[in-house]
């Protein structure tokens, strides 16, 4: 496996989530202005917990 597998993404705006498949599990890039803010870690989490982070990323619920 690739260390960091592009799984899905969303945008909206100046905002957009990269969800990644890597070997200890998610990982959500938080990305404004074209430039990576944060990486939330969800490796204990699924698929669907990680798209959460970025739904609530571009929804504005998460605020960095």
């Known amino acids: ?3 960091r597998e592009l799984i ?5 705006k100046d905002k957009k ?4 498949h890597t ?3 998610y990982e959500v890039d938080l990305i404004q202005n ?4 944060e990486t939330r870690k969800a490796y ?8 959460d982070i ?3 990323w571009i929804s504005g619920i998460i605020k960095i």
Request: hydrophobic content about 35%; cysteine-free.
């Open 1 to 3: 496996m690739k260390q």
């Open 17 to 20: 989530a990269n969800v990644f």
């Open 44 to 51: 204990a989490y699924s698929l669907h917990y990680a798209e």
């Open 8 to 12: 899905t993404y969303i945008e909206d």
């Open 23 to 25: 070997p200890q599990g």
């Open 34 to 37: 074209k430039r990576v803010l």
């Open 54 to 56: 970025a739904y609530n």
